[in-house]
């Protein structure tokens, strides 16, 4: 059987976050804890996708400046985003003069960056590296679905994607918040075709990573004061939790789905928020924040990523999906 | 100032690989060395994505036999394309039961996954790491350019998409091709808007990424056998060697660039070859090739990438280009 999951000797450390999010999303609840609350979200730009590039580069910016750190103290950015060519990344990778490497995991991009620049700095290679995500609702809407002009009606098994992004910077010391172990998963596909069900698209493969996480552990799910997924939605949290339970691992009293929880009052967002930015916001600016006061001292962070594309669906593909999971741990 | 270079301690080897090509280039430079060569680029498929995934599936499962080995012994797959949401490689990745880490650099995807599963290797993580990519002329232009049924003149600067897929399995032994070191690069845009002009895009970044790579490994260009390239086409060639000499370092005699020799007639191909698949097919057969047979023993690697996208041209952006490069060794 491959081998899915590293444990971190050295236990690479978080030393600080950036985060930036949209006013729909900073009326929820990562609205006290970003760097930055947007009014307008276009940032000054004149396109939503020059908006979400400069969120991009804030988030990265700011977490090195949160760090108390400058540009040259940093030896690489780890970064993918949902746009084509994740130009988001690349772009926002032009402005900084350190290494980029590009990843492309969908919606799962803030475990996946954050598993791989954990790895690279306990192999001793890099000392400080930047992982981080964004995504925006306009920039995402018309890129995967309609054009916002439309007006189309929106699906009840439909998610908001989340106006924000989030880095944060890896070290080899400095914090208490370490990056202890990463599981890699594996691509699963139920066969969903629904290109507005994400949630039940996606929950087979966050079960899978969760169980691969704990089977490779030897941990009980109850070792964690949360697990959290990316953006499964609420039906996708519900999936998720019926198809733990029938493997026999109650994940019940301590999931949390970021998504689910990211917009206080639901209007048009029925299952709650998605997108890469989802995940990067709350477990960057709330979720940290917790992680810090030590009001949580365990996390399986282990979001999850759709790897369609409207091509694929468009020649009757179903959607694989692929979920990333990183334990953060309190270890003084 | 960021490192941007690793020296592997344990130099891990490049097993096996595994490659497919389409009938143009066949008749060409890796046409005696690739594993199957396609008489129809449609590889029995009923689109161009569908072919372009299926090569890429049969370069990774081909690489794996190749090595002796079978679907189990793998811990991992490393892989991004071109497409957009890098479809080629997640419905690749569907079709193994090992996890997949999602990448994307264009162009440079081969250089970036085969320094991204050299480092996991080295450190001690995995044992064997399939790094692969793909591209494929009719699904690129359609996605990029004009649909073909256009017939749009192409201009004296463009290159021509290859179409193929070539993938590696990198070990922690077993064969004395080693990956000894790797350099990540960092973006470098020097303002060229012109979508059909890459060679001159990207040229830039390959010259950034080799200079950084001798001096952080102390080495002249002369240490190398070959210094490899990936895509910049004929004109690009050019400019890249006239870059390294304007900084007093002379490439010339033993640069050669994988789009530049790709085709043997140019007919229709102008600057010669691009595309993921170009840099991994010529690399994977042609190269290792005249590397195993030991008529090259050191090779820098240098595939760079134009991270542009449809939507970023058209929004009056120029064009972002990387290049990250590993040097393998015959190290017996």
Not at 84 to 108: E, H, K
Request: aromatic share 8%.
């Amino acid at each position: 059987m491959a081998k899915h999951t590293i444990i971190f000797d050295k236990r690479p450390r978080i030393l600080s976050t950036g985060t930036v999010a949209g006013p729909k999303e900073c009326a929820g609840v990562v609205g006290k804890y970003v760097d930055k609350a947007l009014a307008d979200d276009m940032f000054g730009e004149s396109t939503y996708e020059k908006a979400e590039c400069k969120m991009l580069t804030y988030a990265i910016g700011k977490a090195i400046e949160n760090a108390g750190m400058k540009e040259e103290d940093i030896d690489m950015m780890i970064s993918g985003d949902l746009l084509n060519q994740i130009i988001s990344a690349s772009f926002a990778a032009r402005d900084f003069d350190f290494p980029f490497l590009g990843v492309y995991g969908a919606c799962s991009t803030m475990s996946e960056s954050l598993a791989l620049a954990a790895a690279l700095i306990d192999a001793g290679y890099f000392k400080r590296i930047v992982a981080a995500t964004g995504s925006h609702f306009s920039s995402a809407e018309r890129q995967y679905r309609y054009p916002l002009e439309l007006g189309n009606t929106r699906p009840p098994q439909s998610q908001w994607t989340v106006t924000g992004a989030g880095g944060t910077v890896v070290a080899d010391g400095g914090s208490d918040i370490a990056v202890t172990g990463a599981t890699f998963g594996k691509v699963v596909d139920f066969g969903i075709t629904d290109v507005n069900n994400m949630g039940a698209a996606m929950a087979p493969a966050a079960c899978d990573t969760i169980l691969t996480h704990l089977r490779d552990t030897g941990r009980e799910a109850d070792y964690y004061d949360l697990i959290v997924t990316g953006d499964l939605g609420a039906l996708g949290s519900r999936i998720v939790k019926d198809l733990t339970w029938e493997k026999g691992v109650d994940i019940q009293p301590n999931h949390v789905d970021c998504g689910e929880i990211v917009y206080n009052v639901i209007e048009d967002e029925f299952q709650g928020g998605s997108g890469a930015g989802c995940s990067a916001v709350v477990f960057s600016s709330y979720l940290y924040d917790k992680l810090k006061r030590r009001e949580i001292n365990r996390v399986l962070f282990a979001a999850t990523g759709a790897l369609l594309s409207t091509v694929s669906s468009g020649q009757g593909e179903s959607i694989p999906c692929i979920c990333h999971a990183v334990s953060i741990e309190n270890v003084r």
